[in-house]
């Protein structure tokens, strides 16, 4: 070299440049530019197919941070809470007269008492409680009431929350509460409606009829004076109210009582928290809450209260998030699987290409990386960006259209965001790794000469997969016996990865078994047992998608045939009962004038008569009761309660109960034993009664339940014997039931009976007990009889509610209907109408499996899409030697059907192993089951929903298939 001799690093040769420090890294990192320069001319190139494959990345992406980010945004952490929950206000207070000395957390998320006698608050009477906690805490308090009221609107009557403060007089703002338009209430016939109130029905001007509930009993008319916000607190939570106006009356508020906002520029310290806790006073104190550390009230009960509840609250996100992040990545992995096998085939040639050039198998495998790495972090952040836009988006629709939802200020959990999204970039890569290892057999000159062909199967490949599958689905099985949770995940996943190693044998055995099928079919399977390396990805996403469906189906049936094994009706079918604690005259009215064809009939329970003399017992809540009980032939009076009691033998085993003295009367026995007072037509109605009988109860006589056709339950546990309470018996001696009543007293030695006085006896006849368990579900009527004859043999009648009945069953109409006017005339009342077991998890299930579906169908259509980019070759061959349109429409459709129809057939199969793990885990640990000693699980296998998408899913795909082929593929002419 001539001239100025040229730095060393100059003169260095590549090979030898390998060997230097940094060699290696600088050959590795210059591998990895090219292949993702590579991939990002790839992508676009083929804009569509890399929009399909980053539509798989996107969507789980997608919809987890859209979910995370509502979701938090509707979470508040305590300090998020404290300007909705305080305002401007130091501190929030609340006291009860007659409590005891408070220990509670920071946040109020535990409260609790010593025990001991509070610290009495100079001047806190009736009147003065402000000012006499302005003179405790040396500051400025505003008393706040949060009660319910009833507002009457022109078609239904709405419960909502009322707020009262004195908004004018309260310096504080914030908030707690604003005003927006007109004034604040200056009188209590004047309110402030919320915008939460206005979407819920509720007048922003004008007058309205409005009655606090636990105050006066009449509604009255107020005025609208203005619009505004405000929140109140329920359950360590904020929530929006409807409705502000003035204080309410100390008599009408929640719970906790009436509280206290506390107003002064001095911080309510930790020390001055614990001293307000002595005069019973708990504190909810702006400082504490920033700076928790400085507090340690409940260390045994909530733990240290020294966190951070931001922090807290990333953690708890991130935990979850990572959660999702898992499943995140087993889905996209399985997915996308097929969009980059596709993706990996379509390269073939050009890779043949590159490495016939000289590239190594690192080189070509890092090409097909590079694209699912640039394919995974831009689909990830476009997600990310359309996610955090939706979910912004969202909240803001929600705040106008729902005000009831609250929702917070815009919150990102980015520690959860990031997790989702390292987790979606990774599952990219890795989805991409099964066809970049399959490079290391690419067969160059195979491949030139277009020769692609997957390599010859490895029959211990299949092997393992079964032996992997088998081992999965025993440990599956035997962790649902052992509930051991962690085992069964584990078991599934090996059974799920195990089943795809055997795809390949299955494509082969196919394409043998359908070798005198039409033309179409035969073409179809030989064609993906040829392709295995782009067949099996497109059956794995399919089988995914299918197996969580299949799992989701068999654990909801299972569960619903549990629920409803042990559902109790409330009454007969197509009847109702109304319950009140409002005058029943009054509800009576209410019902019959809403709807006239339902009939409306009162009803109680025979109870002991009043006993001003009754005391208290700890234990049993009554130390001394009275209670009257038919006479049984041989039976002490009141032995029946001790019927139930177990007891041992000379070794010290548990005997069952064999004999029970249990009657029929006012003590709480169990099955059969109280008694039913209603109107005579309604009893023989339910009771299906005949006229003898009914003539008997409106002649002042009873009709009681037989002793037939139900036995005596008793189960046998692990721990010794335990019994169902006995079932009540009747004795009728000369037609007639006879009663006594007797005192019973409580005290350490059990129950003792005395001063038995005889009463009268009623005339009788016994009607069969299936009637009453099919009239009286619960199983606790064992008599009925009317009001007169109940006072004429010394009962006192207890009001149990109003029956609904109508001819073929009181309508969703008439029911509605009902509601409506009770929540006027008598809100608080309970209105029910027996329709039969419903699930209550119907709308959980139906969205789960709408989502799974959907993934499903997607998965299918887009591994579809690919796979006829995939053969358009293909098409173009059959084209050139004459084949019709028809005719290459039928193979794609047989293409796509065969694979559908395989990876749903095998996820079925597959899913159903986890499935029944989960119903045998679920039924036999359930506490029902448990307690009623059901110890072989319920397992219900939903043939009719597994087979739908069996047979739709395929039909689907074919369709579609069917329809993407073109009129006049592109047919490259051969040059010679």
Known sequence: MTGVDAPATEQVTTEEADFRPGGRWASWWASWRVAVRMARRDVRLHKGRSALIALMVALPVLALVGGAVVYATSDLDPKERLPFALGGAQASLYHSPGTSMVIQDATLEGTGTDGRAAKPIPGFEPG??????????????????????????????????????????????????????????????????????????????????????????????????????????????????????????????????????????????????????????????????????????????????????????????????????????????????????????????????????????????????????????????????????????????????????????????????????????????????????GLARLDVVAVLRGQNVSPRLRRRVPVAGLFVAGAGAAATLWAAAADSPNTMAAGSVALVVGTLLVVPLLLVWLARLTGRAPVPVRMATRDAARQRGRATPTVAAILAGAAALSTIFVAFASSTALDARFYVPRTTAGAGMAHTQHPPDQVLRAIRGAAPNVTATMTWRAAPPFDPTATTHPMSNAGRETHIDAVRPGCDPGAGIMGREVTVDAEGKPVPPTTTCATLGTTPYGPFSAIAVADAGLLAQR?????????????????????????????????????HPPHAQVDIADGKVSFQRYILTWSDRGPIVGEVTPLASAPAAYAPRISFAAAFPNKDIGAVMTPETAKRLGFSLEFSGIALDSPGGVTATDEDAIRAALAEAAPDSDVYVERGFRPETRLVFTIVAGVVGFIILLATLIATALSQAETQALSGTLAAVGATRLTRRALAAAQAGLFALLGMVLGVLVGLVPGVAVAWSSTVTNWQARENGLTDPIIVIPWLQLLAPVIVVPLLAAALAWLSIRRHPTVTRRLT
Request: net charge negative; hydrophobic share 45%.
């Open 128 to 437: 003065a409680e402000s000012a006499a906690l302005a003179a405790l805490t040396e500051g400025r308090v505003t008393a706040v009431t949060n009660a319910s009221a009833v507002v009457s609107l022109e078609s239904k009557a709405e419960r909502v929350d009322y707020l009262g403060i004195d908004g004018a007089n309260w310096p504080a703002g914030g908030d707690r509460v604003r005003l927006l338009t007109g004034r604040w209430p200056a009188t209590s016939d004047e309110v402030l409606v919320t915008q939460s109130g206005v979407a819920r029905g509720l007048p922003s001007s004008g007058t309205m009829r409005m009655r606090i509930e636990g105050g006066d009993d009449e509604a009255r008319e107020v005025t609208v004076v203005g619009t505004g916000s405000g929140f109140v607190q329920q359950y360590g939570q904020v929530v929006p109210t409807e409705i502000v106006g003035i204080p309410a009356t100390m008599e009408v508020f929640d719970n906790d009582g009436p509280e206290y906002l506390l107003d002064r520029p001095e911080p309510v310290l930790a020390n001055e928290v614990r001293r307000l806790n002595e005069h019973g006073i708990t504190v909810l104190s702006r400082a504490v809450v920033m700076d928790p550390i400085s507090f340690d009230g409940l260390p045994d009960v909530m733990g240290p209260a020294s966190f951070d509840f931001t922090q807290r609250k990333d953690v708890q996100f991130a935990g979850v998030a990572a959660l999702a992040g898992v499943g995140l990545l087993l889905l996209t992995s399985l997915l996308a699987g097929p969009a980059f096998a596709v993706s990996a085939a379509r390269q073939r040639r050009t890779l043949a290409l590159t490495a016939s050039n000289g590239a190594g198998r690192n080189q070509l495998r890092r090409t097909v990386l590079g694209q699912a790495l640039v394919l995974g972090v831009g689909a990830t952040l476009i997600a990310l960006a359309t996610g955090l836009a939706g979910a912004w988006l969202v909240v803001r629709w929600l705040r106008t259209t729902r005000p009831g939802e609250f929702y917070g200020p815009f919150d990102i959990p980015w520690l959860a965001v990031i997790v989702v999204v390292l987790a979606a970039v990774v599952s990219s890569v890795v989805s991409a790794l099964l066809p970049a290892k």
């Open 687 to 723: 009771l299906s009664l005949t006229s003898e009988q009914r003539q008997l109860l409106e002649s002042g006589g009873l009709v009681a339940a037989d002793g037939k056709g139900v036995p005596e339950r008793v189960v046998p546990l692990s721990d010794g014997w335990t019994s």
